[in-house]
């Protein structure tokens, strides 16, 4: 099957190269000429432009963006339907809000074109272990594009089945699910990453508590010097908190225990942001999610203003002088 | 090897199970005859008392206790010193607060006995998976008791390999880590939970985001009719939040997908709490793993006091009067 | 001075009946009505409409509207924006949301009509003890409007000045403060309201611990019956802690320590919510404000699908049944 | 009415003058001997030695102790016991644990020497304002000490009545309370100052909201530069937030609005710990409270081993490389 694909960047470039290695034809565009020669080399073919990349392509068309959200992929959307025709999709594979995929739909569904939105996980692991997707849009184009869809996502595998889903849809179990009308693909992969912040927040604050387990602030005789990367190694095998992104700090950890090669610094992405507003217009009770992302906000700051007001009031109700403090380094 | 086995329920019987298969001798004594005469059946063999099953072991014996933490772990650890002698090893396989097997390892060195504490994770799926375990006490006696814990750990199994790890250790890959002296196995494991609670929290609070979202209160074209079964299973596939709780997840939701089953009162254990209470003697913020707790607090109650003194202030400053309402109810 | 008001529930009828006393002329309406020929008997000009009410002030006017958020001020805004000429002021004294106000000034300004955003603290006691105005707008319109305001607010009374403010603008130890541009005065306000969400939850939950402290799950000797009255009122009386809000704690205990009149299923009003998204859109993080309005969010839930998951999931690795609890009832 | 004190800082020193002004008879010693002349020199006799102290009291003696909580005080209370008769009293005035005083009181009792806990809030304010206390212990001996702390509360003042108290205790309105059994009068202290800690912390949150709108990273039509030591002060004045925090509030910005002489490394101290530990203990749900806590300990922190780990994690999954990056300064 054909597909174009617009971005040419970590994942838009393995999904290319996904595709292609599963027989499938890909027209790629980026506006970066590099990405597109590699592409090129790699069994794609390059486009000059999205005009040109549109021209390549048999109607139906199918292109699939995989630009950051906000303006890089409004414009590029847009820019596409000025081009394609009736019937053709535009694929949002990118972490666009889903309240944009919404209005986007609506807009486009007027032109006659199907707008699909996609919430795709799997990161740089992807071009090996396959895409998990969540696919929002309507059901007849999303089943159109079946092909792809199957071919991208990581099938099967090892993965034991779930008892009691032998009647269901068996493509879910693939890696790959309809979820709904336009936005919900990238609704379930927002909540899917502010589940993700949460899941690493109780790693981080758990590894911490065992780390500062030597602190001399401790009495002696309750102190230990815990070995992170063998903790983490161990609950990777029959613990009740394996998973994904253990593995992933058990690799971290046997690489440089102490992961003096980071700031600490932490970067939030708009999934984080949005889940936490999506829970308050629910009404709904978020307090890991919003949690996992405020400590992400604090470990941008030096010292805040809150923080400074709470010793100015300390100074004035107690005589409580906070002394100019050389801040705690941590190991 | 020979090994004594007292608390003969869930866990305690499938370890004497496992080790069994496994070609290892275990005496096994429980106040509940029937659970003793289960475990005779399937190749223990069986005691009539503590002062019994001491008997039947070769010094220097091992005992492993496996019951619930505190007094019936220390009524047990008293007994079973009492009656043993110099050199013996009295094994703490339940959850013991940590601090308590730094006390009893101290009092039982006095009479040369060792004691050895074992977080021990698997749960009811132990017999088949094996279980991961975190050991405490000194290194002669955990390095003697090793074909014990080689014997009930996973195993290498189909997980792969961490990177960096070639020259440590290798016995952690198979499941079991001796973490440092005393206490040190139970507090590992502690922290092991209080990450489990916030993992299961940010699941629980995602779901419930989902679930949410065909909700009245939202403009009805935000609204999505999420399928939480399909959602779970797709994200065990190549997704960032995949994990074994997430397949337990998958399964519950399979089976029913509006978890009617559940009353929604969620109980907590020791070691949440205790979690807790360590990340703030070590000045810890451990948000989330704090929420995870309070969480199951308030999911056991109607409405508490806190909330009524909201109320009434709201009442006082501003002439709300909060219906009497009719708690919402969850489908 | 003339002032125009619409909208006479609680606030609005209280805001003409404080500017009469004081010597001002008010020409109010409301669709009610009862409440025109009620402010009408104590002293101020009942209107038939916005456009009566319009033509009986003299320009350049001044209308203050005093209703409830969203719909009912936007439809006002723009009626009365229909009807009044260039060089008018068009007050919004209500919780409006502060992007709001900043799309109607720069709408408004086109037709020369300027808009003003009142934030207004003092609930049902502003008649007697006047209210608390932050304020936003062009600085000559709220200059011009300054006797409206200087009469609305408390004055200075008996509070204390604040040591180093001599040579500041005195108006704001009056009670009333130019904040900014037009919004501002309702991003003052509403981050007003946010604070007092996180303070009347610190008091929730410490009269909570206080309260259950005679809870049959702690030890004997640990156990106090404590009065929650006396405790409030005794703080009311040189603690840290004396407050406003703490004052309407102790009325309610006063009048009933069990607070069985409340339910305890506490409303939220979108103030505490956009505190929330103004935080998350700064990055700052508001740990308190958030889970302030959680517990409310909670509050009115029976339990959710999120502890019921967390069952499920206990259910599946350990084989916990939660008992379809009849959940704890709160004195 | 004669009263021992032992420990003249701050709060024993001030709280023996208020005594002397009130017309009682102080006895007073502290290690640091010039302590001692200066209230010598203020009209309280010094003594020598806790010997000489208890020495020149008529039976039956009382005692106040005013030392750091911990090891201090429980010194000083052991060497008193030694010294003292049946029928004395010893007054902890610190900051105990309640635990701690419900062990002391018992131990005590053996000897018949009476313990009372008192709670004191009011700080370097104490000395004018007088000292809102809570009293824990036997009622005859609180009773009998009623001038003492009739003389050192602040007095009805010219705080309003709360309504609906005329039939209760006059003397909590005079500012101290007797809470009930030994360790209550510190429990009830400790619970107050884990309702500042939250108080502290929503006024803290609002601020820097309030600070940081004018963030480059908002759009530009959404930005205010706001005052923060007008809008301290405007809430002072009839709005639902005022509190005698906010007064401290509003006298720091007052002096410095960017609060630059401040670190922002807030120390916290023994009663914000035990407060969530005695929720914990209760199953109380205390986010707030918690929230408040945390936000010191990790103020006190440059990064910590918990952010760098989300970093690394992030590094494995996505390639992000989060920069070393230089904290972001605050204002």
Redesign the interface.
């Known amino acids: 099957m054909q597909l174009g694909i617009v971005g040419l960047g970590?994942m838009g470039g393995n999904i290319a190269r996904r595709l292609t290695r599963a027989g499938h034809s890909c027209v790629v565009w980026d506006r970066n000429e590099a990405a597109v020669s590699d592409l090129a080399a790699d069994g794609s073919t390059g486009a000059a432009g999205l005009e040109d990349l549109v021209g390549k392509l048999d109607a139906p068309r199918a292109v699939w963006v995989m630009l950051p959200a906000g303006a890089p992929t409004e414009q590029t959307v847009n820019a596409l339907a000025a081009v394609m025709e009736p019937g053709d999709v535009i694929i949002d594979g990118g972490n666009s809000f889903y309240?944009d995929d919404?209005r986007r739909a609506?807009s486009l569904r007027e032109k006659g074109i199907v707008y699909v939105d996609v919430g795709t996980?799997?990161?740089?692991?992807?071009l090996e272990?396959?895409?998990?997707?969540?696919i929002g849009g309507e059901k007849a184009s999303v089943d159109r594009l079946d092909p792809i869809f199957a071919a991208l996502?990581?099938g099967?595998?090892?993965?034991?089945a779930?008892?009691?889903?032998e009647s269901?849809?068996h493509r879910?179990?693939?890696?790959?699910?309809h979820?709904?009308?336009a936005?919900?693909g990238h609704?379930?992969k927002m909540?899917?990453?502010?589940?993700?912040?949460?899941?690493?927040?109780?790693?981080?604050?758990?590894?911490?508590?065992?780390?500062?387990?030597d602190?001399t602030?401790?009495p002696e005789?309750?102190r230990?010097?815990?070995?992170m990367?063998?903790?983490a190694?161990?609950?990777?095998?029959?613990?009740?908190?394996?998973?994904?992104?253990?593995?992933?700090?058990?690799?971290?950890?046997?690489?440089n225990e102490t992961?003096?090669?980071?700031?600490?610094?932490?970067?939030?992405s708009g999934e984080g942001?949005w889940?936490?507003?999506?829970?308050?217009?629910?009404?709904?009770?978020?307090?890991?999610?919003?949690?996992?992302?405020?400590?992400?906000?604090?470990?941008?700051?030096?010292?805040?203003?809150?923080?400074?007001?709470?010793?100015?009031?300390?100074?004035?109700?107690?005589?409580?002088v906070?002394?100019?403090?050389t801040?705690?380094?941590?190991?």
Not at 129 to 134: D, L, S, T, V, W
Not at 156 to 160: A, D, K, L, V
Not at 162 to 165: D, I, L, N, S, V
Not at 279 to 306: N, P
Request: proline letters at 4%; hydrophobic letters at 40%.
């Open positions: 970590r309240k919404i609506a996980s799997g990161g740089v692991w992807g272990r396959g895409y998990c997707m969540m996502a990581p099967r595998g090892e993965i034991p779930t008892p009691g889903r269901r849809d879910v179990e693939q890696g790959y699910l979820t709904g009308p936005g919900s609704f379930v909540i899917h990453n502010g589940i993700e912040y949460g899941m690493m927040q109780a790693y981080a604050e758990g590894f911490e508590i065992l780390k500062r387990k602190s602030e401790l005789n309750e230990y010097s815990l070995d990367a063998d903790i190694e161990v609950w990777r095998r029959g613990s009740v908190v394996s998973s994904w992104l253990l593995d992933l700090c058990a690799i971290a950890l046997a690489k992961l003096s090669d980071f700031s600490g610094a932490v970067a939030d942001r889940t936490v507003m999506a829970a308050i217009e629910e009404a709904v009770s978020a307090e890991v999610l919003s949690a996992a992302l405020y400590t992400r906000f604090r470990s941008r700051q030096d010292h805040t203003f809150g923080e400074k007001l709470l010793s100015a009031m300390r100074f004035q109700f107690g005589g409580h906070e002394q100019p403090v801040p705690v380094k941590e190991g």
